[in-house]
């Protein structure tokens, strides 16, 4: 397979300067495909209980201005529309049948959230509609391979073994607590961190349109929790370490990679201080990395009201992947043509760690984190990134 370098500074993941007039085949002929433009779809949280991960779709939707800016690719520009789910299963069904009914899309991208994106990908693939990148780790969309189905993030599966190991060796013996969302997501750590720690390890659910997580929280302190994970959206990692600190409850906490962003930092204040997390893109706060500083540099020149931080570096990145797979499947554009290159790609040099690897029988873009220690609003490494 051919390795891909990108090369942030200038958005050129992929051959984006335009390249004359598309060849392929006519409008009528592709769906989501005209001589001129790519459609693609997304559905995410623009509003509800997980509207803090919107900046995900505004990364993406800054990348492809910047590529449409500097020509498009192979002379098409992308159009990606974007539809509110509000984080909800049910709207995810009827926003996505909307993208591919209505909408007319070449594909599905960067959808964001597990128990959303698996309310469609079975039916999608079964259509042969490709679902591609989706922003969650949830292990079912994976595992099996769908032949139409890939996701962005390593699997929560082997975030959980991350973990497993952070906790063993530097809170040997410890008692564990796990706050986690109660869907198909915080699951699939509950049962993992459950059978690794037998005995010494107590977990609380929380549902997504819960008010507070008070009472988890104290309920883990009464269990006698001497480390806490938060398997969490921001919203509620948050409101969990607030409550540890009111409680006066001098605990570890570590926040797993989707539930920790700069809002968390922002809103938790001294309550965040020391919180270790694991993160599959680059900091967005490291404007010393070049590749961060230009990623950065695209959100603010293109981003529609909204500042660069955690998410619209994931949106970024995932939007240089998308790129690349377009770029890969070449002018005469399709679904089939689309797989194809997605199912072949090798991509370095992004703000991710690591190198993105497709192919049929691996469909997890991303297979790496980079632990970190929140210090006084700066991110002290903790060490190599741990790749599966």
């Not at 530097?170 to 059978?195: F, I, M, R």
């Not at 006084?376 to 190599?384: D, I, K, N, R, Y």
Request: net charge negative.
């Amino acid at each position: 397979m051919k390795m891909i370098t990108v090369l942030v500074a200038t958005a050129t993941a992929v051959s984006l300067a335009a390249c004359g007039q598309a060849r392929g085949t006519s409008e009528s002929d592709v769906v989501g495909v005209t001589d001129d433009t790519i459609r693609l779809g997304m559905t995410a949280p623009l509003t509800g209980p997980g509207a803090s991960y919107s900046g995900f779709a505004k990364g993406m939707q800054a990348y492809f201005a910047k590529v449409n800016a500097d020509g498009g690719i192979h002379g098409r520009q992308v159009d990606l529309i974007v539809r509110d789910d509000a984080y909800d299963p049910a709207k995810t069904v009827t926003e996505t049948s909307r993208l591919v009914k209505s909408d007319g899309v070449l594909a599905l991208v960067g959808g964001v959230g597990g128990a959303t994106q698996s309310a469609v990908a079975a039916t999608n693939d079964r259509d042969g509609v490709p679902t591609l990148l989706s922003i969650t780790g949830l292990d079912s969309l994976v595992e099996p391979p769908m032949p139409f189905v890939s996701i962005f993030q390593p699997t929560y599966g082997m975030e959980s073994a991350v973990w497993i190991d952070y906790i063993d060796t530097n809170h040997p013996g410890a008692k564990v607590g796990l706050l986690y969302q109660n869907d198909d997501s915080g699951k699939t750590v509950d049962t993992a961190l459950a059978e690794a720690f037998v005995g010494r390890y107590a977990s609380q659910g929380y549902g997504t349109t819960d008010a507070d997580v008070s009472t988890q929280l104290t309920a883990l302190r009464q269990a006698g929790a001497e480390v806490v994970l938060f398997a969490s959206a921001p919203k509620f990692a948050t409101q969990g370490l607030l409550a540890i600190d009111r409680l006066g409850w001098e605990v570890p906490t570590l926040v797993s990679s989707v539930g920790y962003d700069s809002s968390v930092a922002e809103n938790a204040g001294a309550a965040a201080d020391g919180v270790v997390t694991a993160l599959s893109v680059r900091p967005y706060q490291d404007e010393s990395d070049p590749v961060v500083k230009e990623a950065n540099d695209i959100v603010r020149a293109y981003g529609a009201g909204v500042a660069p931080n955690q998410w619209t570096m994931v949106g970024v990145a995932n939007a240089m992947i998308v790129a690349a797979v377009l770029d890969g499947a070449g002018a005469d554009l399709n679904r089939e043509t689309l797989m194809t290159a997605h199912d072949s790609l090798e991509l370095t040099g992004g703000p991710w760690f690591g190198a993105v690897e497709l192919s049929p029988s691996d469909r997890v873009a991303l297979g790496c984190f980079e632990l970190v220690r929140l210090r006084g609003g700066s991110h002290e490494v903790l060490g190599e990134p741990v790749c599966s």
